[in-house]
Each structure stands twice: as C-alpha cells, then as structure tokens.
C-alpha cells in the first residue's frame, strides 16, 4: 500500500517562501537558486514570474523546486527582474490553479504577487467582492489583494496596494513584480519574515534582493541589509529605493516559532539569528528541567541545535543517537508484513552502540499530536535505552495558528486537551518537560512583546470571526477560540512509570 509520507512529519508546517530579484540579468536563475534554499518552507509547488521590461513570463508547477525548474524552463524567463514562491498551501486547496505566484493584466498594468501568510478576514472580502461582480479564478486569499488593488482608485500602484492592504486582516509577507518594479511588502505586524538584501554586479552597481529567510543570499553570495519592517512597503526601481509606511503601526507579532522550529537556523530572523535562539532554548530547557542522564539525543534535524543547547548547559555529552534518512522521498510502500515502527524507521534509526543501556534526554523542537514522539519514544527503548527523558523546546501547543501556518484542529493537537503528565504517559516516557512560555520569551530576548505565541496561548491577536474548518486543517474560518488562558505548564519534569 502506497502512503503519503507526510503522517511521518508531526510538525507545524510552515506555508511558503518567497524570493524576489531587481536588476540582475539572470533574474530567474537566482529566483530559481533563492527558492532552492528556501524549499524547506513549502514543497508542493513553486513558480518564478520574471519581466524584461516589457512582459511578464510565468512558469508554476506542482512538485519541488529543483524538478520544476530545468534549464529549458528558466530559457523561457528572461530579463532582469523575478519573483519567486515555493508554496505548501494553506489558504486554497493544493491544485495548481493555487500555486503561485498569481499573474494578472488589470488596470494597473501587469503584476505578479507571491505571498507568504494568511488573511483572516479574506472569506468576507471574497464574498464582498463577488457581490460586487468580481470573479475569482483561484480560491486563495491572495487573490482578494489582486481584487482590491484593481478596485482602488489610486493613480499608482504603491497607492493601491496601500488601499488594498489597508483593507485586509492577518498576515502577509508580500513580493509584488510589475514590468518596472519590484514590490516587498510585510504587514503591520510583521507575523512573518521578509529580508533585504543587495549583490554587487561585476559590471558595476548592485542588484537587490528580498527573501523569507537570509539562507537565500547566502548561498548567491549577497549581502544581507535589513529587515523589512512591519508595515512597510520597500519599492524598488531604476531611481532607487523608496521605504513607504502605508498602515498605521500596530503591536509586533513576529512569529515565535520561526525561531523554534521553521526558520533554516544558518538564517537571520527578525534580527537575530536562528541557530543563537534554539541553542538559547535548549540552555533554558535544561535549566527549567534538568534531567539525570547519561546523553543528549536530539531528533534529527529540527532537535540539534536544541540538545546542543541542552548538553552545554547540563554538561551532559552530546551524542547523535538518532540517523535521519535525508533520502525519502514523499511516498513510501508499506510492505504486507507488518514491521514495527515501519513509518518513523523509514525516517529515523537509532544507533544501537550508542543508547543502549543508557539514560537518555530525548531533545525536539514541538509535539503535536504525539503520534510520532511516541514512536521514536519506543524505537529509542527497543535499541536498548534504559530510561528516556523527552524535553521540549517551547511549551504545551494547544491552539491552531491562522497566521500563515498549516496547523491540525484544536482536537488534534494532544496538549489542547491534555495535560503534560498524560501527555508524557501517552508516549512511554520516563519524564516530560516543556520549555515555559518565559523560558521562549527568554531565549528570543522579546522583551518587549514583540512576537506572536498564540498557539501556546489560544490568545490571538486578530479578530477570527472569518474563520472556517477544512477537514484536518485549521485555517482562516476555524470555530471562534474562546479566550483561554495562558498555556498549561510543566513546571518540572512530570516522572510517569513507562507502560508498554
Ligand atoms: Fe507563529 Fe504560532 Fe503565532 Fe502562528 S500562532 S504565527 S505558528 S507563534
């Protein structure tokens, strides 16, 4: 029986990546490259729209960047400007008709809009807008922004896409491309990255750059120069750079789980770097939940940097335990025998010489359902291990995000309704500790509240009335979260007898 890899992969997964070149003359190729280093944060579709100058030349397809992008196709993107989407959907189903970016003629000339969030009110505005006459070809949100940058009555497109945007709720972290111009855009309260950067040309001069991540100049070799800033529209053309701020300010909400899990660590995120926050709370795990043991064992990959910060700070040595297979592809063949653990072993082996007879603290980034924790809980036993303490870097999940993430229900996520100690029996641990919602805080420096953490605290900081259920799925429609109170702790580890 064939089967989606995908129930392998517990994780919050993070919806797209956007690259965007200006005046380069391999535009496409460096979209093409800046989109391969930002695959981790989508892998269902991806698209590269370029300009000569004159016309707009899109290609978009299902699959990953690397298959799509052959060198025949990017033959077929020329000229000096391009935006690029890698895409795992949220909003919208998966078909192509949503893959972006999305391409229009309307009266504000041609554009192209590659977007990496969710709007949370874009069912009221679709249903406005059809009212009104407009007709929608795709079913994501994105396209309400098209819609109402059309309708706008402002004279230039930086008016109109300040119209549009001052219209919509939520998170958006925006590349629009015209013929001309080159669009980066983030919403007031900056829920997910977007970077500036800059690459000197040998033939003098520079060609500017905007990414999700820094992990995309770094491999074209340019030079990282700032964030885009919350509520900023940074335009780019033949005269320069022009920052406009087009929304009143509004209170930061920087995703917080960027730097726990999404984010490449190599990556500079919201102004710091990736790889400092996770060692960071790893260090603040151990320190909040210490843990009588012979080895640190991270789940590979998402886990290093965490038990790394785990084993420097408890002086506990670091082993690698777990061997991710970096070589699965999507699908796998169950075989008729069934094989214990079959579907996390694909994955994930244990390094018998290593655990057995040990005491071991089991480091990941997140548990989501539990399912697949509690798998690799009980692969590390079968290998020999004598005891497994798993510890968590950021608290209790208990609510879904509708910020530009694709998260289960509610139901679905085992701390919603759960509490660390059932939690910790439900995996066959010898103990359970989370990371407090301070010890994150801590560990990104957000002293002054700058980052989004509602999917630990079911405290949200939109209105969701729009909100509607899509099976397995939250998004953008989801039933309205009642007003719950902060996450549910574990203040020390939780000691359960391990059941079989
Ligand atoms: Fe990030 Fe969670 Fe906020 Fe979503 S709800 S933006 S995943 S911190």
């Known amino acids: 029986m064939t089967q989606k890899l995908d129930i392998l992969d517990d994780h919050f997964h993070d919806e797209c990546g956007v690259f965007g070149v200006f005046g380069h003359p391999e535009a496409s190729n460096l979209a093409y490259l800046g989109l391969y280093a930002l695959q981790h944060r989508g892998q269902e579709s991806a698209g590269i729209v370029s300009s000569d100058g004159t ?33 795992y959907s949220t909003a919208g189903d998966k078909a192509l008709l949503n893959a972006q970016p999305i391409m229009i ?82 919403d007031p309260r900056g829920f997910r990255p977007l970077v ?38 940074v335009r780019i053309s033949r005269s320069g750079i022009e920052s406009i701020h087009f929304a009143p300010e509004k209170p930061h909400q920087q995703c917080i789980f960027e730097h726990v899990y999404f984010s490449r ?63 699965i592809g ?43 924790s509690r798998k690799i809980v009980r ?4 290998a020999g291990a004598i005891e497994v303490h798993v510890r968590i870097s950021c608290p209790p999940t208990i609510s879904p995000c509708y910020y530009g993430v694709d998260t289960p229900t509610r139901e679905e996520l085992i701390a919603s309704s759960n509490s660390p100690e059932e939690i910790c029996r439900f995996l066959g641990a010898d103990s359970l500790g989370y990371l407090s919602l301070s010890g994150m805080k801590q560990a990104v420096s957000d002293t002054e509240g700058k980052f989004c953490t509602s999917c630990y605290t ?14 397995g799925h939250a998004k953008a429609g989801d039933t309205l979260p009642g007003n719950l109170s902060e996450a549910p702790q574990a203040e020390r580890p939780v000691a359960v007898q391990h059941e079989d």
């Open 458 to 471: 079911g405290n949200y900081p939109t209105d969701l009335v729009q909100l509607e259920v899509r099976e």
């Open 379 to 382: 692969m590390v036993r079968e």
């Open 330 to 372: 999507r699908t796998f063949i169950e075989p008729s025998q069934a094989i214990r653990n079959f579907g996390v072993k694909l994955k994930l082996n244990p390094v018998r010489n290593l655990i057995e007879g040990k005491r071991i603290v089991l480091v990941d980034d997140s548990i989501v359902r539990g399912t697949t």
């Open 105 to 186: 003629d309307c009266n504000k000339g041609k554009l192209a809009l590659g977007h990496n969030g969710n709007l949370t009110n874009a069912a009221d505005w679709r249903r406005k807008l059809e009212h009104r006459g407009s007709i929608f070809q795709t079913n994501s949100d994105t396209e309400v922004i098209v819609h109402l940058i059309a309708r706008s009555q402002a004279r230039n497109l930086s008016g109109a896409l300040g119209d549009a945007l001052n219209q919509v709720e939520g998170a958006y972290s925006l590349l629009v491309l015209t013929q001309d111009e080159l669009y980066a855009v983030r």
């Open 196 to 233: 500036l950067g800059k690459l000197p040309l040998p033939s003098g001069g520079e060609a500017w750059m905007a990414a999700s991540e820094t992990c995309a100049f770094d491999l074209l070799n340019a030079q990282y120069v700032r964030e885009i800033e919350p509520g900023e529209m």
């Open 55 to 87: 016309d707009l030349h899109l290609h978009r397809a299902m699959g990953e960047v690397e298959e799509i992008f052959q060198p025949h196709v990017l033959a077929e993107l020329p000229g000096s400007l391009a935006i690029g989407h890698t895409r």
């Open 265 to 327: 660590p190599d990556s500079i995120i919201f102004g710091r770097s990736v790889n400092e926050s996770r060692e960071m709370l790893g260090r603040l795990l151990a320190k909040e939940h210490p843990a009588d043991a012979d080895i640190v064992v991270p789940v590979p990959d998402s886990g290093v940097p965490a038990a790394v910060g785990y084993a420097l700070e408890s002086k506990i040595p670091f082993r690698m335990g777990l061997i991710r297979n970096h070589y």
